[in-house]
């Protein structure tokens, strides 16, 4: 097989000759194939593994809550105050999250794999909601682990 690299970037160049160093050319080559097929399949390999596993996705967050920044988050998180609309929005989000992840463990034999793909929060309650129920998870599977070294 051959390959040929033309390229008229100067700075292209000079990025490959730093990073190739003392190696032949050929076996920089060879290597950098090789690297980009094992990042290729790696890849693959993470494509397939999700395909597997259902997006998890927040419930809609209420109207009033959405344009909320972090700090009246905060705010609303040092009053300590269960009854505060911020608290118990916060709350029924990390609540739903949770129960998800719940019900995805007991339909996999109460397992749950190294990752699962999550709808990213895209406001500052459903990122705060978001911690707090990847808190709780992380705690008691901390827990759970425990017991069972134990």
Do not use: W
């Not at 051959?2 to 920089?28: N, W």
Request: one cysteine or more; a neutral charge; charged letters at 25%.
């Amino acid at each position: 097989m051959y390959i040929t690299l033309d390229s008229s970037r100067d700075d292209l160049h000079r990025r490959l000759d730093a990073m190739r160093g003392d190696k032949p050319v050929e076996q920089f080559a060879l290597d950098c194939l090789q690297h980009g097929l094992q990042a290729l399949e790696f890849q693959r390999r993470q494509i397939l593994e999700l395909k597997k596993h259902p997006l998890l996705q927040f419930p809609e967050t209420r109207q009033e809550f959405r344009d909320l920044d972090e700090e009246a988050i905060k705010a609303a998180a040092a009053e300590k105050n269960p009854a505060n609309p911020i608290a118990v929005e916060v709350t029924r989000l990390a609540t739903a999250y949770i129960a998800q992840v719940n019900d995805y463990a007991r339909q996999n034999g109460n397992r749950l794999p190294n990752f699962l793909p999550v709808d990213v929060p895209k406001v500052a309650i459903e990122k705060a909601a978001f911690h707090v129920a990847a808190g709780a998870i992380r705690s008691t599977l901390q827990k759970q682990n425990a017991k069972t070294a134990a």
